[in-house]
């Protein structure tokens, strides 16, 4: 009788995944992971296991619902697509660089859709340039009230640079990590969260640090890609520097999921990731409406609810999804917020 992952080796796998991928080494450990698997015994086999075993075994299934896999939704399929074709073509750019702007509300899949496109950039460049030491994707956030000095310091982090001296100047910096990034080869760089900055030109601030975002953009050899949380409304994009990189950008909008078939979809993909011993198969795909209202459609939500359950359907013994479990699950404010205004009429 043979288990995929020992709970241990599991337990190991998610803690390797949970390191920040705002390191170099945390990025790697990122992109060498492959999507959790787990098999599911007979149902007969797991109750002849020993207590001590079974308590393992679930643990592990605990471990696996709690992580559960990554869909390729057309949002994913979209910055994949758009984000290959800029990488080719700016390869033989040596003039304006064209970017990517991921935007949409928070828990829309932005950041898990931009960390799929740099995965994937990196494990083809590896493919193709197999011992070589580049570092082909750099993936960092756009700190709290970013200011130029953060966002370099952001990136030195990534790279483990030496530590910043207090009086070492952004520009410093900045060519340093800007020679480390030609040096590797990097040709994605990443910034998420970028709605932390403060781009607005009507500041000196918002003018210092966009020209500081043109510069890298400028000196770097590489396709940027930005997400963050409506950017384009939050005038992050706006003000001659912030329309110059704006202009230079495809946008992907992110957004809740309409009740329609791609919603269905992404039910049925979740449902089949399950393994509970007494599911049956096709409750959750009959309940999409029922989720829908309760997530209004977000992926996040949605993602949380079914894992939630899950977790729980192994807690209790009950071992499938139904709706008075999934009842009893809380999802997170903004979208219980939605259902309760949507069910008391207000919208
Ligand atoms: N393609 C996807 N497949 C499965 N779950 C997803 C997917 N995209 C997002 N999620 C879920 O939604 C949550 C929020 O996604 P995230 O990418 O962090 O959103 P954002 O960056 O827009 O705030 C994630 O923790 C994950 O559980
Ligand atoms: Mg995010």
Redesign the pocket.
């Known amino acids: 009788m043979v288990v995929t992952a020992t709970p241990g080796q599991l337990a190991g796998q998610l803690e390797d995944r949970r390191q920040p991928t705002t390191t170099l080494e945390g990025w790697r450990r990122f992109v060498d992971a492959d999507q959790a698997t787990f098999d599911l015994l007979p149902t007969a086999d797991r109750d002849a296991l020993a207590d001590a075993d079974r308590t393992g075994y679930d643990e592990a299934r605990i471990a696996y619902h709690a992580e559960?896999?990554?869909?390729t939704?057309s949002t994913?399929r979209q910055i994949l697509h758009q984000g290959r074709l800029l990488t080719l073509l700016n390869q033989r750019e040596i003039g304006a660089r064209r970017g990517l702007i991921v935007s949409?509300p928070?828990?829309?899949?932005?950041?898990?859709?931009v960390k799929q496109l740099g995965r994937t950039h990196e494990l083809r460049t590896r493919q193709r340039y197999p011992d070589g030491d580049r570092i082909p994707v750099v993936y960092v956030t756009a700190p709290p009230k970013g200011s130029p000095r953060k966002l370099a310091v952001e990136f030195a982090r990534f790279l483990g640079l030496p530590p910043i001296r207090p009086r070492q100047n952004v520009a410093d910096i900045t060519d340093a990590v800007c020679q480390v990034l030609t040096d590797a080869r990097t040709d994605l760089v990443i910034v998420d969260e970028i709605h932390n900055l403060n781009l607005n030109l009507a500041t000196s601030a918002g003018e210092d640090l966009s020209d500081h975002l043109k510069y890298f953009t400028e000196h770097l050899p590489a396709t940027f890609v930005y997400?963050g949380i409506d950017v384009e409304r939050a005038g992050l994009f706006t003000g001659t520097r912030g329309r110059q990189i704006a202009g230079r950008a495809a946008l992907v909008r992110?957004g809740a999921f309409a009740y329609q078939q791609e919603w269905k979809g992404l039910v049925a993909t979740m449902e089949h990731t399950l393994r509970l011993h007494h599911h049956q198969p096709g409750t959750l795909v009959k309940l999409d409406r029922y989720l829908h209202q309760r997530t209004s459609g977000m992926?996040?939500s949605l993602?949380?609810l079914v894992r939630a359950a899950a977790i729980s359907a192994i807690l209790d013994g009950s071992e499938q999804l139904t709706k008075h479990l999934l009842d009893a699950i809380r999802v997170d404010h903004a979208a219980e917020s939605a259902t309760r205004r949507a069910s008391s009429g207000a919208i």
């Open positions: 559960l896999i990554v869909v939704t994913i949409g928070a828990a829309t899949g932005k950041t898990t859709a997400a992110t992926i996040g993602s949380h």
